[in-house]
């Protein structure tokens, strides 16, 4: 049956494709492709380019310099350690959100479904000035943590609250349209053979979800490493402890320091590359999957 439907609406697409509606001049084309090669070009294409040869117009010596600079090595690690919380923190949630909205009815489903797309309607800034209302000293819970010696505000554990924040509906709206276009059915015949929970998630839901899943962890550790409003403002921007990259970046260019300031500018910018590469592949892989299923 999947095979029967797949195979109608590909003759349809190929239809609408070839149907008068959608054929075009020749000169439209080209105009449609120049604009968009132009604006990528303008906008994507030669800041990246700026940047890169801006951190090493000054030589290759003066930029690894710039890179194993201590507050330049406390930044590297402390992003890459604050990812590193954050990105399963949200893939926990992700994968138990999307499996309660799309396998379960309960009463607030709604509700959940709202408020996971509320840190994109959110300022990161507002989002950082709502942790230091409730964790800084003045804050709802500052003088009961300043009396048991528990630092959130200008440490680690404020960046890893406002990173998660800003990141965590990555994976869950990776996962909720795929789960949900899925169904229950799968899942309803393992429960009914007998299989626990755990094992259904396990051999039934993970191999349908996997690159859906990974593609959200990608997109979830890219933003996690670049996020820059919500983590300045719980920081303090105290160098050497609470600077990640971005706010590192943003010291540098203010103290005039352009040529380390783009060294570690092009780190990031090479991270985000990486990701890109990464996520391309999870896209190819994720359609073999999806066609092998199909000539299934």
Known sequence: MAVTVATRWTAHSRRFEASAATREPAWVKGILIVVA?????????????????EALRRGWEVYLAALVEPD?????????????IAVPLNL???????WAITKFDFPGKQ?????????????PVIA????VLVFGAQGWFGPWL??????????VPGLVLATVF????????????????????????????????????????LPNIKWGLIYGVILCNARAMGEFGAVSVVSGHI????????????????????????????????????????????????????????EL
């Open 146 to 155: 300043i009396e048991n010696n528990i630092k959130i505000i200008f440490a």
């Open 111 to 123: 509700l959940l479904t709202t408020l996971i797309d509320l840190p994109f309607s959110v300022s």
């Open 72 to 84: 330049a090595l406390s930044a590297i690690t402390l992003t890459l350690l604050v990812a590193v």
């Open 37 to 53: 090669l132009a604006f990528f070009s303008l906008f994507l294409l030669l800041p990246l380019v700026t940047v890169f040869a």
């Open 92 to 98: 926990v949630f992700g994968v138990a959100a999307a």
């Open 166 to 205: 800003v990141t965590f509906p990555f994976v869950a709206r990776e996962l909720i349209p795929l789960m949900q276009a899925q169904g229950r059915e799968e899942e309803e015949a393992a429960v009914v053979l007998g299989a626990p929970g755990w094992k259904t998630f396990w051999y039934v839901t």
């Open 239 to 294: 160098r050497g402890l609470t600077n990640t990259m971005p706010l590192h970046v943003e010291i540098l260019y203010n103290e005039y320091q352009f040529a380390a300031a783009f060294a570690v500018a092009s780190l990031l910018a090479l991270l985000a590359l990486v990701t890109l590469v990464i996520k391309s592949f999870v896209e190819w892989r994720g359609r073999q999957a999806m066609n092998a299923g199909q």
């Open 128 to 131: 950082g000035l709502i942790f």
